[in-house]
C-alpha cells in the first residue's frame, strides 16, 4: 500500500468514526446496559453485542446520516468541527454511509438472533427513529415537536430494548422511567435547537425551536426537565432520588429563558454545559443503581 492509500485510508478513519460523535457513545450504551443488567440480564452475550452496537455502530448510523444531508448546513455553521460533532468531507459521504450500513447489519442481525418478538419490535423503531430524523423524504428533525420527541427516542428506545431483551414485564416502574427519561430527552433536544435558530431559519429549516423561538423553548426545555423529575417519582425510593439529578439541567439553561431569538448563538455555552453535565450524572445514576442492586 502506498503512502497516499495509507493518507486516505487514515483521512476515512478519522472522519467516519468523527462522524459517529465519540463523545456521546455513552449515552446510548449506557442506557441499554444498565436497563438489561437491573432487568435481570446476565453479563453474557446478549449484554456484550448489545453493548457494542450501541456503542459505535448504532452512533454511526445515526450521526452520519446526519452528517451526510445536513452537509450543506454544517459547513456554515461556526459550532461544527469539534467536540459537537465534525463537518463530514464531501468525498468520505459514501465511505460513511457504506460503513454505518455495514457495522450495523451483522449486530442487528446478532440481536434478532439472540431476542424475541417482542426485543426485535423495540429494536425496530428505534432503528427507524435513527434513519428517519435525518433521511431525505422524512426529515423528521425538521419537523417541530416531532423532532425532539425522534431525539428522544433515539436514547430511551436503547435501554427500552435492554429491558425487552432481558424479558423484563413492564412494571409502574419501569415505564415510570422509561417515560421520565423521554421528557429528559426532549428537553435537552429542544435546548440544543435554541442556538441554531437564526442559522436554521436563514437555511428554510424547520425546528421545534424556529416554530416557538428561543426563550419559549427554553422554558418549554425548562418545563420537561420539571416534568422529568417529577414522573421518576413514581419510581419508587431509592430510584425517585433520581429526580434530583434534573434541577442542575434547570438551573443551567435557566439564563436563556429570555433569551433574543437574534442571540440564539449564546445558548451554545450552556449545550457545552450541557455535554459535560451528562458526564456526572451518568456517574451519579451509576453510583444509583449500584444501591438498587445490592438492595436486591
Not at 459547513?75 to 459537537?84: A, M
Amino acid at each position: 500500500m502506498s503512502v497516499s492509500q495509507t493518507g486516505g485510508a487514515s483521512a476515512a478513519l478519522r472522519q467516519v468514526v468523527g462522524s459517529s460523535r465519540p463523545v456521546s457513545w455513552i449515552n446510548t450504551a449506557y442506557p441499554f446496559a444498565a436497563a438489561y443488567l437491573l432487568a435481570g440480564g446476565g453479563v453474557d452475550v446478549a449484554l456484550l453485542v448489545g453493548t457494542l452496537y450501541f456503542l459505535v455502530p448504532y452512533n454511526l448510523l445515526m450521526y452520519g446520516i446526519n452528517d451526510v444531508f445536513d452537509f450543506e448546513s454544517d459547513l456554515r455553521n461556526p459550532r461544527k468541527g469539534g467536540i459537537e460533532g465534525i463537518v463530514l468531507a464531501r468525498r468520505w459521504h459514501r465511505v460513511t454511509l457504506w460503513s454505518a450500513v455495514l457495522s450495523n447489519l451483522p449486530f442487528l442481525l446478532a440481536l434478532l438472533l439472540i431476542g424475541t418478538a417482542t426485543s426485535a419490535l423495540v429494536l425496530a423503531v428505534s432503528v427507524f427513529a435513527v434513519v428517519a430524523y435525518s433521511a431525505p423524504g422524512l426529515r423528521f428533525k425538521e419537523r417541530p415537536v416531532l423532532d425532539s420527541a425522534t431525539s428522544a427516542t433515539h436514547f430511551v428506545s436503547p435501554a427500552v430494548f435492554g429491558l425487552a431483551l432481558a424479558g423484563a414485564a413492564p412494571t409502574g416502574a419501569a415505564v415510570a422511567a422509561m417515560v421520565a427519561f423521554f421528557l429528559w430527552g426532549m428537553a435537552s433536544q429542544a435546548f440544543g435547537a435554541v442556538q441554531d435558530v437564526v442559522a436554521d431559519r436563514s437555511a428554510g429549516i424547520g425546528s421545534i425551536a424556529t416554530w416557538l423561538g428561543a426563550a419559549r423553548t427554553v422554558r418549554l426545555a425548562m418545563a420537561l426537565y420539571v416534568l422529568a423529575g417529577v414522573v421518576v417519582l413514581g419510581t419508587g425510593f431509592p430510584g425517585a432520588l433520581a429526580g434530583l439529578l434534573v434541577v442542575p439541567y434547570v438551573l443551567s439553561v435557566a439564563p436563556y429563558r429570555s433569551l433574543p431569538d437574534e442571540d440564539c448563538e449564546r445558548a451554545n455555552g450552556g449545550w457545552r454545559r450541557f455535554i459535560w453535565l451528562n458526564m456526572v450524572t451518568g456517574f451519579l445514576l451509576t453510583q444509583l443503581f449500584i444501591w438498587i442492586a445490592l438492595r436486591g
